[in-house]
């Protein structure tokens, strides 16, 4: 069960919450960072996912379009994930019926949040949004040949569609899971801005929480 408040003030007394938010444009910085530190420890791990600098440009936009998110718990900044209605034309074709869904993006959870089922969470609140713009699933692409990552997301509840290798593309290992399931494995989700797209992905207007 999704809970949701006005304001963040009730995050201060509740510890173990996660909250998740709008990114601001001075945030861009930040989600880069996750970015950039998720790609160290990848590297450590011997997997060749991002090996190469954030694409600020992206990151900017999603910013600016009201589509990236940071997830923060009592002890600050645990996370990011962005979530759109922009399905890649290369990997999501007519027959999928690319408007049925919301499509996650840059999902990263901080170092220091690994290990207790942040992840888990923020792919429930992306459920739950999902379910809200009244679409029928949530999907993402994964990086083709980080198996680990591709059993992670069927841990959670996707289910994998196919894989589309396109030699410029490093990614394409397609998942997808029903909007409106939940896992409740991680902790409970503060959701600080809703109701978020519409099928097409155009932002709807609604009721929106206080940033801080």
């Not at 910085?29 to 998720?38: T, V």
């Not at 009201?66 to 997830?71: E, F, Q």
């Given at each position: 069960m999704m809970k949701t408040l006005d304001s963040v003030e009730p995050?201060?007394?509740?510890?173990?919450?996660l909250a998740i938010r709008p990114a601001h444009e001075r945030e861009a910085?930040?989600?880069?960072?996750?970015?950039?530190?998720?790609a160290r420890w990848l590297d450590g791990?011997?997997?060749?996912?991002?090996?190469?600098?954030?694409?600020?440009?992206r990151i900017h936009d999603s910013i600016v379009h009201?589509?990236?998110?940071?997830?923060e718990m009592e002890d600050g900044v645990v996370g990011t994930i962005t979530l759109d209605g922009a399905a890649d034309p290369e990997f999501w074709h007519a027959n999928d019926f690319p408007l049925s869904a919301l499509y996650i993006h840059r999902m990263i959870v901080s170092e220091v949040a690994r290990g207790r089922q942040v992840g888990s969470s923020m792919?429930?609140?992306a459920s739950a949004r999902a379910e809200r713009a009244?679409?029928?699933f949530v999907r993402l692409d994964a990086w083709k040949r980080n198996y680990a990552?591709?059993?992670?997301?069927?841990?959670?509840?996707?289910?994998?569609?196919?894989?589309?290798?396109?030699?410029?593309r490093n990614s394409g290992a397609l998942f997808q899971r029903e909007a409106g399931t939940f896992l409740n494995a991680g902790p409970s989700v503060v959701d600080l801005e809703f109701p978020t797209h519409t099928a097409s992905g155009a932002?709807?207007?609604?009721?929106?929480?206080?940033?801080?």
């Open positions: 995050l201060r007394l509740n510890r173990g919450y910085a930040k989600i880069a960072a996750l970015w950039s530190d998720a791990r011997g997997y060749d996912q991002w090996q190469y600098p954030p694409n600020m440009s009201g589509t990236a998110y940071i997830a792919l429930d609140w009244g679409v029928k990552l591709q059993d992670y997301y069927r841990s959670n509840g996707f289910t994998h569609v196919r894989t589309i290798d396109l030699p410029h932002p709807i207007e609604g009721r929106r929480g206080a940033i801080y």
